[in-house]
C-alpha cells in the first residue's frame, strides 16, 4: 500500500487536464458586443448611488461597465423612496399587480437571449445553465401571476362565538422588503425571490452583489415595462458589509440568500429591530445511490446534480453516498462522463460546464482538493485548473476514499468537487448523509419508488429529490422550498414563500350580544352560560 501511494503520488500533485474545451461558434457575441454603452444607462436609470464601483468578467477578468455605489445616506434615501411609492401600489387590486408578473412573464421568454448573455459574462457559467435561472423566474411568475389572489384573499374562520363572532382573516403587506441577493443565481435569486413581494403589495430594495448587477437591473427594467411602478422597485449596490446592513436597518422585513455565517448576522440584525426575516443559507448536499438504482442514469443524474453551474449552487451535490454492490460500476460511468464534460466561455450553447466566479472560489476549491489528496484521498478525475480557457477555469473534480477530518468531508466547497463515500448499511448511509450542520437538498436514487419516498422522509434537508439531483423539487413552485438546521430559516415558493412578506390581520365583527353579561345576566350567570356553551361547543365537535 505504501508503495502503491508513492507511484501514485507524481500523477496527484500535478494532474493532468483531460476535460475538452467546448468550440466557440463563429460569430459569437462578445462583452463589448452585450454591455455597450446604451444598455448601461439605460439599466442603471433611477438607481439610487453617489459613488461608483465597477464589475468584472470570470471569463476573462475585464471590467464590464461603470456602477453607482451607494453610500449608507444613499440606502436610507432609496427606502424613502420605497415607502412613498408603496401605498398606492398596495391599493390596487391584486390582480391588477398580479397581471404585472404576467406580462413580466412573457417579456422574459421572449427576450432570455438578452439576459443570458448577462448571465454568462456576470458568473461565467455554462448558457444552459444560465437557462435555469430563466426557466425558474418564468415558473415563478406564472404561479404567483396565477395563484396570489388565491392565496391573499381574506379567509372566513369559526368564531368565538359561531354565528354570533364573524371572523376574517385579512393579508397586509409588510411595507417595504429588504433583500440581499447572491452572485451565484443573479435572475432567479434575486427577482424571483422578488416576485411574490411585490404582488403581495410591498415595496422592495434590493442589494444584489455588484458583481452580477447587470442581471439584477434587466430584470428590474423588465419588470417596470410589465407595469410595476419604477419607485417601487429600488436597487442599491456596493460592498456587503457596508450596504447590507443598512437594508436590514432599513426594512420591514429581510430576505436573504448567501453563507451561513453572513446569514447569522443578517438574523441578528433583524431580531435587533423585532422585523421578520428568511434565510436560504449554506447546505454539503448529499445524494445516495441504493443498491437497485439504474447506474446509467445515476451516473448522467449526478453529473447534472454536482457541475451545474460549476457546483455554485446552493443545492448542488458535494457528497455521493453509493452502495458497495454497484459502486465501481456507478463510479467508471461517472468518471467517464465528467472527464468528458466540455469547458468553454462563449455566449452560446455547446459547453458543459463554465467557469468559476472569482479568485476565493477557485482558492477554496483548491485548497479542498490538495488537502484531501495529501492526507489520501483518490482522484478519479479533474483536481486541476483551466487557465488555458479562462482564469478562473476548474476541471470537474470527483474525489473517492474521502473521510474526516479533510476540510472537504464537512465544509460547503461551492464549486465542482464531489466526494464519493461507499456504503452497504442503508440505515448507516443515511445516518452519515444527517451527519451534517446543513440540510438544504438531498437526492435519493432507486427503481422502488416506496423504497425512495421512505428514505426521503428520513432526510433532514428542505428538500429531497428522488431520481434526480436537485431541479424537480426546485422548480414545484407550488410546494416549498428552503433549509433545515444551519441552511436557513423560511421557505420560497408556495404558500409559505408569498405569506410571509404579508402580516396576518385578524377583523373579529360581534354581532347582537356582546362576549361579556347581558340581558340582565350576572357575572354568576353569564360564566355558568359560556361553560354550558363551551361543554356544547365540544360535544357538537367545533373546532
Not at 507524481?10 to 494532474?15: F, G, K, T
Request: a neutral charge; one cysteine or more.
Amino acid at each position: 500500500m505504501t508503495d502503491s501511494k508513492a507511484a501514485a503520488a507524481p500523477l496527484r500533485s500535478a494532474p493532468r487536464p483531460t476535460n475538452p474545451v467546448a468550440p466557440a461558434p463563429a460569430g459569437a457575441r462578445t462583452a463589448a458586443d452585450v454591455v455597450t454603452p446604451a444598455l448601461i444607462t439605460r439599466l442603471t436609470r433611477g438607481v439610487t448611488g453617489s459613488g461608483s464601483t465597477a464589475n468584472h468578467t470570470p471569463f476573462t477578468g475585464a471590467k464590464l461597465a461603470d456602477l453607482p455605489e451607494a453610500t449608507p445616506e444613499d440606502v436610507a434615501e432609496a427606502f424613502a423612496k420605497a415607502r412613498a411609492a408603496q401605498p398606492a401600489w398596495a391599493a390596487l387590486p391584486v390582480r391588477q399587480r398580479a397581471a404585472v408578473l404576467l406580462r413580466f412573464h412573457d417579456l422574459v421568454l421572449a427576450r432570455q437571449s438578452e439576459v443570458l448573455d448577462l448571465i454568462q459574462l456576470e458568473t461565467g457559467k455554462a448558457r444552459l445553465h444560465a437557462h435555469e435561472e430563466v426557466q425558474a423566474v418564468a415558473v415563478s411568475a406564472r404561479h404567483y401571476g396565477r395563484k396570489a389572489p388565491a392565496y391573499l384573499r381574506p379567509k372566513g374562520h369559526t368564531g368565538a362565538m359561531p354565528t354570533l363572532t364573524k371572523v376574517t382573516e385579512l393579508r397586509q403587506p409588510r411595507g417595504v422588503v429588504g433583500q440581499i441577493a447572491p452572485w451565484n443565481y443573479p435572475l432567479e435569486l434575486s427577482v424571483g425571490d422578488a416576485l411574490p413581494a411585490f404582488v403581495s403589495g410591498n415595496a422592495v430594495v434590493m442589494k444584489p452583489d455588484t458583481e452580477t448587477a447587470l442581471t439584477a437591473l434587466w430584470a428590474r427594467d423588465l419588470l417596470i415595462e410589465a407595469g410595476l411602478p419604477a419607485e417601487v422597485f429600488q436597487v442599491v449596490l456596493g460592498e456587503g458589509p457596508v450596504v447590507g446592513p443598512e437594508v436590514v436597518r432599513h426594512a420591514d422585513y429581510v430576505s436573504f440568500t448567501g453563507s451561513t455565517r453572513t446569514g447569522r448576522e443578517v438574523a441578528q440584525g433583524a431580531a435587533a429591530r423585532l422585523v421578520g426575516v428568511s434565510l436560504e443559507l449554506g447546505g454539503k448536499n448529499p445524494m445516495l445511490v441504493l443498491h437497485d438504482a439504474d447506474v446509467e442514469k445515476a451516473a448522467a443524474g449526478a453529473v447534472r446534480a454536482c457541475f451545474s453551474s460549476a457546483g455554485q449552487l446552493c443545492i448542488s451535490i458535494e457528497r455521493l453516498y453509493v452502495h458497495d454492490s454497484i459502486a465501481d460500476a456507478f463510479l467508471e460511468r461517472f468518471a467517464a462522463r465528467t472527464k468528458a464534460m466540455r469547458l468553454g466561455n462563449s455566449l452560446a450553447y455547446g459547453a458543459d460546464m463554465g467557469s468559476l466566479v472569482g479568485e476565493r472560489q477557485l482558492e477554496n476549491v483548491q485548497r479542498h482538493v490538495d488537502e484531501a489528496v495529501a492526507k489520501g484521498a483518490t482522484l478519479v478525475a479533474g483536481g486541476v485548473a483551466r487557465p488555458d480557457i479562462g482564469p478562473l477555469f476548474y476541471e470537474p473534480t470527483i474525489l473517492d476514499g474521502v473521510e474526516a477530518p479533510m476540510a472537504v468531508c464537512a465544509e460547503e466547497t461551492f464549486g465542482p468537487v464531489v466526494s464519493v463515500y461507499r456504503f452497504t448499511d442503508e440505515d448507516e448511509a443515511i445516518a452519515q448523509a444527517n451527519a451534517t450542520a446543513y440540510g438544504l437538498n438531498s437526492s435519493v436514487w432507486t427503481k422502488d419508488a416506496r423504497r425512495g419516498h421512505a428514505v426521503a422522509a428520513r432526510l433532514r434537508t428542505g428538500t429531497v429529490n428522488i431520481n434526480d439531483g436537485y431541479a424537480p423539487a426546485y422548480g414545484s413552485a407550488q410546494a416549498p422550498m428552503g433549509g433545515m438546521k444551519d441552511s436557513g430559516l423560511g421557505r420560497r415558493h408556495g404558500s409559505e414563500g408569498i405569506l410571509k412578506y404579508t402580516e396576518a390581520q385578524t377583523v373579529a365583527h360581534q354581532r347582537l350580544l356582546p362576549m361579556a353579561p347581558s340581558l340582565g345576566m350576572d357575572d354568576a350567570k353569564y360564566a355558568e352560560l359560556m361553560t354550558r356553551s363551551l361543554k356544547l361547543l365540544k360535544t357538537l365537535r367545533f373546532r
